[in-house]
């Protein structure tokens, strides 16, 4: 907190644009890792937007939007949306949000070809990203997780323990690209994901401060 009143106060001194001092987190953890919990712990401390791809999907299909009635369409033929695509969710959904202190960006990017599209479109807004945050916790804890989830959510995915260890080996094939791309930046952060609420999100805080 002393640290972003200071760059504050410096911003006044120094003239610097406000966009200059946006804080633009990419968070990433497997299914299982709690990371929508401590996305909203976040957005709230932080004074984030938090972005989601699912949310972004949603939206844009449920209005029948130009960009999701394309995407419908790639899905009804059981193709995969192109880059270009999300990244035009993602862009109307940061320009209708311009007032906020950052973005907190959860499920993408996903490729390399996104990471170097996001980063292109942050650079036309002035923009960076400050960096990557992932929670970092065993496959055999994320299985237990899941499996004590799926009691109560209702979710089969969550039921079925070898759907959840291929849903686990997709995130790390995924990720790990992603992950190494914003390292090459020293960017990337990993925080331990095991331990109560507060712990996890004490370890995110830490993460998060010493970016700033």
Same mark, same amino acid.
Do not use: C, W
């Given at each position: 907190m002393i640290i972003r009143l200071i760059n504050y106060i410096k911003s006044i001194f120094t003239g610097s644009d406000k966009k200059d001092? $946006?804080?633009?987190? %990419?968070? +990433?953890?497997?299914? #299982?890792?709690? &990371?929508?919990?401590?996305? &909203?712990?976040? $957005? @709230?401390?932080?004074? /984030?937007?938090? %972005?989601?791809?699912? !949310?972004? +999907?949603?939206? @844009?299909?449920?209005?029948?939007?130009?960009? #999701?009635?394309?995407?419908? @369409?790639? $899905?009804?033929? #059981?193709? /995969?949306?192109? !880059?270009?695509?999300? %990244?035009? $969710?993602? @862009?109307? &959904?940061?320009?209708?949000?311009? !007032?906020?202190?950052?973005?907190?960006? !959860?499920g993408f990017p996903r490729t390399i070809p996104q990471c170097e599209a996001l980063d292109v479109f942050m650079k036309s807004k002035d923009q960076t990203i400050t960096g990557l945050i992932a929670l970092n916790v065993e496959d055999e804890e994320l299985v237990k997780r899941l499996l004590k989830r799926g009691e109560t959510s209702g979710r089969p995915d969550d039921s079925n323990e070898e759907v959840i260890r291929k849903r686990i080996a997709v995130y790390e094939e995924e990720t790990s690209p992603v992950f190494g791309y914003y390292k090459e930046q020293n960017k990337s952060h990993t925080v331990d994901g095991v331990g109560s609420l507060e712990e996890i999100f004490t370890r995110l805080s830490t993460a998060i401060d010493s970016l700033l």
């Open positions: 001092s $946006m804080t633009n987190l %990419i968070l +990433f953890g497997p299914p #299982g890792s709690g &990371k929508g919990t401590q996305a &909203k712990n976040l $957005m @709230e401390k932080y004074n /984030l937007l938090h %972005i989601s791809t699912g !949310d972004l +999907f949603r939206y @844009e299909i449920g209005n029948n939007t130009p960009l #999701g009635i394309k995407a419908k @369409e790639y $899905m009804n033929q #059981g193709k /995969l949306v192109p !880059d270009e695509i999300t %990244i035009g $969710m993602l @862009e109307n &959904k940061i320009n209708a949000n311009p !007032d906020v202190a950052g973005y907190l960006l !959860d």
